[in-house]
Structure formats: structure tokens, C-alpha cells
């Protein structure tokens, strides 16, 4: 059930698939962060064994150490000690007792806590940017980018805080007035993916703690150490400013998970993950009749119409599909191009794979474009999903094998020949593996889009302004996100981030998604002398 599903990474010798590796992964002496060449791990704090529980001091998680696996090469990075149900426990007691003293202060003084955790982390963009990048496998500027975006998600919450607001609606009844006003709803639970390790808190934190709440955090276990080291930069600010811990951290493996999604005290889970297990939190959360925040699958298509700028989407198609090695919640897994363009748009696209493979490399290298996947549960589900396209009769334009050499190499991967509705391009596959089809219009393209149990993200591409509005519209994309001459690949802190149908319905980030932190109360003041009642009922 719950527990089995937010289970951690297997044991450290299930991970590695060579025989370098496995003697690096035993090796005791030959941890990552003894290595001088990997000084930025000493500079984050980061020691051989580090304690992964922290609810206002720093102490050994009293349950099992885990390794932390460098997926480039299968070398051990460091340990982290991690949380037990009792460890857990311990973080939300202490972040309810810190909710009651936050709450109680002004919403711009939060905001300049929050605002000193974002110049906190631009001092240290560059070496958890590289710790991102070390422990996840995504290419360096990928790495310090997922930092500066929980950077730029702090100067949104800052100005927020000095904007969230109620409303004044207009009474029936003469001298009365309608407020609306948003209180915090107590400890928020935040329970993040392996593929966005550093940003997806962020964007929880940020804006839930401006609101009033406290937050307390379970990272994926296979990036454990950016956990710890996220938490220490926050931890440190709120100490500095002589707070209580209303940021809280406990990893940790299913009890853990599944003990923050049963409590009472936790009202509201923000949970990124798969949609199975998604499905139980959210089931869970309605039992208790409390709220979540789901942050699901995605199967993003993007379109290419018969008028578009076809070097625009390329350039998306190419990024989209591999950005990432292909583990993006926003992931472009299936192109859908217009039958004219077919051809010519999967050779071109072709051609930028085969010269991709010259850019493989570790993630912390310069010239790295395209580095590994997180672990080799992936590199199965890839094995998979290949052939299983393959035996259904999919043609592979390039692709479909690992890659020779340590770590958790694979191809590109571009599957034709496959009926749109096949079973292996309806399921989402955390792989850079991308279906093309041969569409013969906008409307059937849109229909391809739509047929997905997924909503996440999606892309159209064209010149022309009908075809635009049709693709926004009520006949248009079932996305949450739904782009136009851009990639389905990533989103601006701006704008509500998240999806529909299996993706969860969960917003993140931007415009009004701040609400769902908290509690919205509905007054009604009679600044009269008299007591009418509402459509003017007598009751006497």
C-alpha cells in the first residue's frame, strides 16, 4: 500500500550494474566527499555520515544509514542517517509548537525571514547547484538552475507577503459588510521527488511559511544529501533570527511517509511523485478529511501544426525530449506532427540525437549536455519500455540501448510506427523515450493530446492565430499547462504549476496558488443597530 510505495532506493549493490561500480560503492575509503575534487561537499556541511533528522538541532535519524549514489559513476557520495516514526514524531511536535509563535507574527516581518533564506542560498547557489547536479545526475546549469529557482520563488513570496489579501463583497442588507480573509492552516508536510530535489520544497516553503505555517520535509531518499544540505542553509537563517523550527526535516523511508500522511497535525501533504502512489496520499488525506497538493505524472505531447516555425520546434522537440535525460515531470513524450512535416522534422530531430551522444558525459563536466539516469530501477523501466514499444511493433528511429560505460547510461530513444493509443504510449515512462506520430490536423492532433490519462503539461506549434485560440480553448488542450511556440519543458514561477485528471489537480508556485496553504474564513459584520436576517426573513 502507502508504505510499500514510498519505499526508498533498494540496497546499494541492486543499484550498480557493473563491476567498477560495485567496488566503488563497497569501497569505505572511497567516498566522494573525502575527495578534495569534491570540496563543495565539505563547504555545504556535508561530513561521511550526516544526521537526517532535524527539529531544531541536528541528531542521527535512528533508523537505517543509507548510501548516496553518484549515478554517473556508482561511487558512494556520502551516508545519511535516517528517520524513524519516533524521529518524525519528535519534527512534528516541535514544528507545531513553532506554528504557534510564527503564526502570531506580522506577515512582512515572514517575508523577510524568507527573504534572507533566498540571499542564503545565492551564496551557496553554486555548490548545492553542484550537489544537485552530483546526487540527481542532471547537467550542472540544470543544477544551479533548480537552486536559482528556489532563489526567485523567495522574491515572489517576499512581495507576497506584503499582498495577501481577502476581499470585500457587497451585503443585502443595508449597514452589513462581507469579508473574506485567509489565515495559515498549521504544519504543512512536504514529501518531494528525486528528479527535482531542491526546488519542488522551495516552491512549498517559500509561500506556505509567508503564509503562517510551518513545513515539515521528507526529500527522496536517493537525494538525501541535498535534503540535508537545503535544510542547514534554511535552518541556519531561522536560527540567526532567534526562531523556532518552523522548518523541520525528517528522511526517511515508508513509515516515515506514511506516518506524515496519517497525522492529524499535518494539514496539508504537498506530494510529488508517481501517480500510484499520489492516488493513496490523496485517498488517505480525504479519509482524515484533510487537504492535499498532488504533483503527479505527466505524458506531455507537443504538437507541431502544419504552419509552424519549424526551427523553433525543433529546438523545443530537442530539449523537451532529453532535457534532464529525459526525468522531467514535464518531460516531452510524444510528438504529434502534421503529416507535411512529418518526414523531414523525425530526420532532422534524428540527426541532433546522434550528435548528442558526442556531449554524454558526468554531470559536473562543462561540456556535458546529456548525463545519466538517477538509478538502475530507471535504467529497467527503460530496458522495458523499449522493448515492449518494440514488440508492438514500434520502429526505433535511433536509440534503445545502454550506454557503455559506469553509471546509469541509456540512449536517446525515438519510437515510430505506433498506433497513437498504444498501452506503452499511454503509460508515462521516467526515460528519455519519445513516441512520434503522423498527425493529419489540428483537430486530431488535439484529440492524441487529450487521450492520456495524464494533464500535465502540453505545447502547440504554430504561425497561425485561429489554430492558437482553438488549442487554448474549451476544444483545446486538457492540460494545466497549455504553451504556444514554446517547450512543455519546464515553467516560470509566475504562473499556477501543476496538471489535471491523473496528474493530480495540485498548483504550485505562482498567480493564486498561495491559497491553498490556507484557510479561508467568510465574515459578515453588521455595523447597524438593527438585526435583519438574510432574504429578508421574518422569524417571529
Not at 18 to 23: I, L
Not at 120 to 144: F, N, Q, T
Request: with cysteine; aromatic share 8%.
Amino acid at each position: 500500500m502507502i508504505g510499500s510505495l514510498l519505499r526508498g532506493a533498494p540496497k546499494i549493490h541492486s543499484l550498480v550494474r557493473n563491476p567498477t561500480c560495485t567496488r566503488y560503492a563497497r569501497g569505505m575509503a572511497t567516498y566522494l566527499v573525502d575527495d578534495a575534487k569534491y570540496g563543495f561537499l565539505k563547504d555545504l556541511g556535508l561530513q561521511r555520515v550526516n544526521s537526517g533528522v532535524y527539529d531544531g538541532e541536528w541528531v542521527a535519524g535512528s533508523a537505517q544509514k543509507i548510501q548516496s549514489i553518484d549515478p554517473a559513476s556508482g561511487r558512494v557520495i556520502a551516508e545519511v542517517a535516517t528517520g524513524s516514526e519516533q524521529d518524525v514524531e519528535r519534527c512534528m511536535a516541535a514544528g507545531v509548537a513553532a506554528y504557534q509563535q510564527w503564526k502570531n507574527l506580522p506577515a512582512p516581518y515572514r517575508g523577510e525571514i524568507v527573504r534572507q533564506i533566498g540571499d542564503e542560498l545565492r551564496k551557496y547557489r553554486e555548490p548545492l547547484g553542484k550537489l544537485v547536479a552530483l546526487e540527481m545526475g542532471k547537467i550542472l546549469p540544470e543544477g544551479v538552475g533548480e537552486v536559482q529557482e528556489f532563489v526567485d520563488i523567495c522574491d515572489y513570496a517576499v512581495g507576497l507577503s506584503r499582498m495577501v489579501g481577502g476581499a470585500i463583497f457587497p451585503s443585502e442588507r443595508a449597514q452589513h459588510t462581507i469579508l473574506e480573509k485567509w489565515n495559515p492552516l498549521g504544519l504543512v508536510g512536504v514529501i518531494s521527488a528525486f528528479n527535482f530535489p531542491c526546488a519542488v520544497f522551495g516552491w512549498n516553503a517559500a509561500i506556505a511559511l509567508v503564509v503562517g505555517n510551518s513545513v515539515l520535509w521528507k526529500g527522496a531518499p536517493t537525494t538525501s544529501l541535498v535534503s540535508v544540505a537545503t535544510t542547514k542553509i534554511v535552518a541556519d537563517v531561522i536560527r540567526r533570527n532567534n526562531l523556532p523550527p518552523v522548518v523541520t526535516l525528517c528522511q526517511g523511508e515508508a513509515d516515515v511517509g506514511r506516518r506524515m500522511v496519517s497525522d492529524e497535525r499535518v494539514k496539508l501533504m504537498s506530494f510529488t511523485g508517481s501517480t500510484a502512489v499520489g492516488r493513496m496520499v490523496g485517498v488517505e488525506m480525504q479519509r482524515r478529511f484533510g487537504r492535499c497538493l498532488l504533483e503527479l505524472g505527466g505524458n506531455n505531447a507537443l504538437i507541431v501544426n502544419e504552419d509552424a516555425p519549424l526551427q523553433m520546434a525543433l529546438d523545443a522537440a530537442f530539449f523537451g525530449c532529453i532535457g534532464t535525460a529525459g526525468q522531467r515531470c514535464t518531460t516531452t513524450r510524444r510528438l504529434i506532427i502534421h503529416e507535411r512535416l512529418y518526414d523531414d522534422f523525425v530526420r532532422k530531430l534524428t540527426a541532433r540525437y546522434a550528435n548528442l551522444l558526442q556531449r554524454v558525459g558526468h554531470p559536473l563536466e562543462q561540456a556535458t549536455l546529456y548525463g545519466p539516469l538517477h538509478n538502475q530501477q530507471a535504467v529497467q523501466n527503460y530496458q522495458q519500455a523499449v522493448a515492449e514499444a518494440v514488440a508492438l511493433g514500434g520502429k526505433l528511429e535511433c536509440g534503445g540501448k545502454l550506454i557503455d560505460r559506469p553509471g546509469f547510461f541509456v540512449e536517446p530513444t525515438i519510437v515510430s510506427n505506433l498506433p497513437h493509443d498504444a498501452p506503452v504510449v499511454r503509460r508515462e515512462t521516467f526515460a528519455p523515450i519519445v513516441y512520434v506520430f503522423k498527425a493529419k490536423s489540428l483537430s486530431e492532433a488535439i484529440a492524441w493530446n487529450n487521450e492520456v490519462d495524464q494533464g500535465l503539461s502540453s505545447s502547440l506549434f504554430t504561425n497561425n492565430v485561429q489554430s492558437a485560440f482553438q488549442w487554448i480553448g474549451e476544444n483545446g488542450s486538457d492540460c494545466g499547462i497549455v504553451n504556444i511556440n514554446t517547450s512543455p519543458s519546464g515553467a516560470e514561477i509566475g504562473g499556477a504549476f501543476g496538471g489535471e485528471k491523473h496528474t493530480g489537480g495540485g498548483r504550485e508556485s505562482g498567480s493564486d496558488s498561495w491559497k491553498q496553504y490556507a484557510r479561508r474564513s467568510t465574515i459578515t459584520v453588521n455595523h447597524s443597530t438593527d438585526l435583519p436576517l438574510a432574504q429578508g426573513i421574518l422569524f417571529e
